[in-house]
């Protein structure tokens, strides 16, 4: 069972623009949080953007005016629109999803997943 199915990546062209997708199974019933990550070679993975369903968004000030996140909360996806790539922006990006599961008909737990990533190529 693969519980973040991720979508979206590619190479494009400084300046182009790119639609990332991730959508969470049904595992995870509530949902706190979710979020895109990226790893670029040699670098720790960092946080890009994350949301709530409510709507709060918090950005890494690298991609502000630039990335866009936002979320259908009836499909359980979260979206990170990309817009005005730069080579920097060349990364494996994860999606990440933080809520509940239920264990059994009066427990729930917390459950934190992780997509197996999509990669993003800026180059000219």
């Known amino acids: 069972q693969v519980d973040l199915v991720e979508s979206g990546g590619g190479a494009v062209q400084p300046g182009d623009s790119l639609t990332l997708s991730c959508a969470a199974s049904a595992r995870i019933f509530v949902i706190y949080n979710m979020a895109w990550y990226r790893q670029a070679p040699g670098k720790q993975r960092e946080l890009v953007a994350a949301?709530?369903?409510?709507?709060?968004?918090n950005l890494a000030d690298s991609v502000k005016g630039r990335f866009t996140i936002s979320t259908d909360n009836a499909k359980n996806t979260v979206y990170l629109q990309m817009n005005s790539l730069k080579p920097e922006d060349t990364a494996i990006y994860y999606c990440n999803a933080e809520g509940l599961e239920a264990v059994d008909t009066n427990t729930n737990r917390y459950l934190e997943l992780w997509g197996q990533g999509t990669l993003v190529t800026v180059s000219s």
């Open positions: 949301i709530t369903p409510a709507g709060f968004t």
